[in-house]
Structures are given as structure tokens and as C-alpha cells.
């Protein structure tokens, strides 16, 4: 079973940063795309971006010119670096690998924008 693991989700204010971490353990299969979404209380699950063959990053308009995603192939990581965080991105941010074997998400992990 492939696992897929969020981590770093933190209480930030309003304009900081947060770097959030995507780990899965699919070494043996071919990855063909890592996505981040997210979901704030009372709303449906959003994309907020993607990351393709490790290097064809798209965004959502919301997230455009602020998120950033990268991979780390030699890590099986993926990242999304959140700059000039607003209270509009409180919400648990959600990993979806797709890979050759199907599509797999993680647990998310928890982004609170706050003063």
C-alpha cells in the first residue's frame, strides 16, 4: 500500500510563510503527477495546484504568484512553499499522488492563518 504523508501545517499570521512537506513511499512506481488541494471548514476540497513529471508546476488562480510547489525525486517529497499567507488559506491541505498503480491521498495536514 502506498502511503502518502503531509506534514508541516502550522498557526501563521496573516502575510507570513509556511512550507508544507508531501512524502510517499512509491519508489517502485511511475509517478506521473503530485497535487496539492485543500479544505476549509464548510467547504468543499479545492485544487490548489500540481506538480507534473517533476517539473510542469500549474496553480490555481487563488494561489498564483504566491504558491510555489517543487519535488525532490531523490526525497519521494514534494513541497508547497506559501508566501503572503492570508485568512482566506486557513484550511488542511491534502497531498494526491497519481501514479501508475492509481491515486493515492494523504491524511493532510492542518494551515491556520490567524492574528
Known amino acids: 500500500q502506498v502511503q502518502v504523508v503531509e506534514s508541516g501545517g502550522d498557526l501563521v499570521q496573516p502575510g507570513g510563510s509556511l512550507r508544507l512537506s508531501c512524502s510517499h513511499s512509491?519508489?517502485?512506481?511511475?509517478?506521473?503527477?503530485l497535487a496539492w488541494y485543500r479544505q476549509a471548514p464548510g467547504h468543499e476540497r479545492e485544487w490548489v495546484g500540481t506538480?507534473?513529471?517533476?517539473?510542469?508546476?500549474t496553480y490555481a488562480d487563488s494561489v498564483k504568484g504566491r504558491f510555489t510547489i517543487s519535488g525532490d525525486k531523490a526525497k519521494n517529497a514534494t513541497y508547497l512553499q506559501m508566501n503572503s499567507l492570508n485568512v482566506e488559506d486557513t484550511a488542511t491541505y491534502y497531498c494526491?499522488?497519481?501514479?501508475?498503480?492509481?491515486?493515492?491521498w494523504g491524511q493532510g495536514t492542518r494551515v491556520t492563518v490567524s492574528s
Open positions: 494526491r499522488l497519481a501514479s501508475s498503480s492509481g491515486t493515492y
Open positions: 512509491a519508489t517502485d512506481l511511475t509517478i506521473y503527477a
Open positions: 506538480l507534473t513529471s517533476g517539473t510542469i508546476a
